[in-house]
């Protein structure tokens, strides 16, 4: 909301360009974290990594237009502390997410290795090896 309204603000020039794309990836990052919010838990990682990449972009970009002097010191602490807070809620997110044994082990994005055997009952994305349910097996 933030940098929807300061845009506003900004001459028209900056306005279509680096602030334009602040604004998209702004959004992109909100449309993340959200697909993230609604995922079923092994699935949350790929989209809020994604989105930690997306805020750490904000931060270089809105550096980038203070020190181009597009926007003042004010406005640029607001705005950085925001991005910080909200990057370090991401990692907290996909920390809690990542603990050892929880989702590691259910994890395998690599076709190869999936498990179509009869001791996985649906080889699925997510199985490790025919030994090892995933999370849809129970």
Excluded: M, V
Excluded at 21 to 34: H, M, Q, S, T, V
Excluded at 45 to 59: C, D, Q, V
Excluded at 73 to 95: A, C, Q
Excluded at 119 to 131: F, I, K, M, V
């Amino acid at each position: 909301k933030k940098i929807y309204l300061f845009s506003q603000k900004i001459d028209k020039k900056n306005k279509f360009g680096i602030f334009a794309k602040i604004e998209n990836i702004c959004l992109d990052a909100i449309i993340l974290i959200l697909e993230a919010r609604f995922e079923i838990k092994i699935y949350k990682i790929k989209p809020l990594k994604s989105a930690r990449t997306k805020i750490e972009i904000l931060k270089r970009l809105i550096r980038i237009s203070w020190e181009l002097k597009i926007i003042e010191d004010k406005k640029y602490i607001d705005l950085e502390s925001d991005l910080i807070e909200i990057s370090k809620e991401i990692n907290n997110w996909i920390n809690s997410l990542t603990k050892i044994g929880e989702l590691i082990p259910y994890l395998c994005f690599n076709e190869a290795l999936r498990s179509e055997s009869a001791d996985c009952r649906c080889g699925r994305l997510g199985c490790t090896c025919s030994r090892r349910p995933c999370h849809c097996c129970g």
